[in-house]
């Protein structure tokens, strides 16, 4: 069964850009979340989306978006892109079942520049 | 709200000894708490988690942890460290008693282990 895939792994922005990174989850899995992790603020989630729709949302500015298309996969949007958004972004993927385990992703490094 | 509590940054062990990396937990609600290694450059692997059914939770590599209500402590442990233990575990809660995928990360510890 293949685990949580996201692209891209590595890639570079300008300060202003905007980036899109995609998550496709586990077979099955209809839940999808995305976190930060700097080294500062450590792990923080960003936002989680079910059936397509976002269910939960974090503390982040409007500037971080997210979307879920109808066959579960995932893709989340950062404009105008600021140094500070330099971070390991990790998709997870849920069974959307009670106590069920949450699947990480090998994560999308972004530097902004 | 929750929240965790992982006290220290980095524990250094020689190989062979035991392992305790701590956890504390805050949850207005019965939670579910995970340990979570993280190898360089890689995502998240689960350890182990607790639901609610027996305290003493067996997960992978030989870890352990036991949840301990009273002191609201989910305390990972290992008998004897291995140099591949090196890496940073990450203790998190989520609320249980419903389908919600939003974990609350601790800092993390990074653990080290001398030859």
């Known amino acids: 069964k293949a685990g949580v895939t996201q692209t891209p792994r590595y890639l570079i922005k300008t300060r202003g850009q905007q980036v899109t990174l995609s998550c496709s989850p586990i077979s099955g899995h209809r839940s999808v979340s995305w976190y930060q992790q700097t080294p500062g603020q450590g792990l923080q989630f960003l936002f989680e989306?079910?059936?397509?729709?976002?269910?939960n949302k974090g503390n982040f500015p409007g500037r971080f978006s997210g979307r879920q298309f109808s066959n579960s996969r995932s893709e989340m949007n950062v404009s105008t892109l600021e140094l500070g958004d330099s971070a390991l972004y990790l998709c997870?993927?849920?069974?959307?079942?009670?106590?069920?385990?949450?699947?990480f992703g090998e994560g999308s490094w972004l530097t902004v520049v | 709200a929750q929240s965790v509590t992982q006290l220290g940054s980095h524990v250094s062990v020689s190989e062979g000894a035991l392992v305790l990396l701590r956890c504390n937990y805050s949850?207005?609600?019965?939670?579910?708490l995970f340990w979570y290694v993280q190898y360089p450059n890689q995502g998240l692997q689960l350890l182990l988690k607790y639901t609610s059914a027996a305290t003493l939770v067996k997960g992978i590599n030989g870890f352990e942890a036991e949840f301990k209500k009273s002191e609201t402590s989910f305390h990972l442990t290992k008998p004897s460290a291995h140099m591949s233990d090196a890496a940073e575990y990450f203790c998190?809660?989520?609320?249980?008693?419903?389908?919600?995928?939003?974990?609350?990360f601790g800092k993390g510890i990074t653990l080290s282990v001398r030859p």
């Open positions: 989306y079910f059936s397509e729709t976002q269910r």
């Open positions: 949850s207005s609600v019965p939670p579910y």
């Open positions: 998190a809660v989520s609320e249980s008693g419903g389908a919600n995928s939003k974990l609350t």
């Open positions: 997870a993927s849920h069974p959307d079942n009670s106590g069920n385990t949450i699947y």
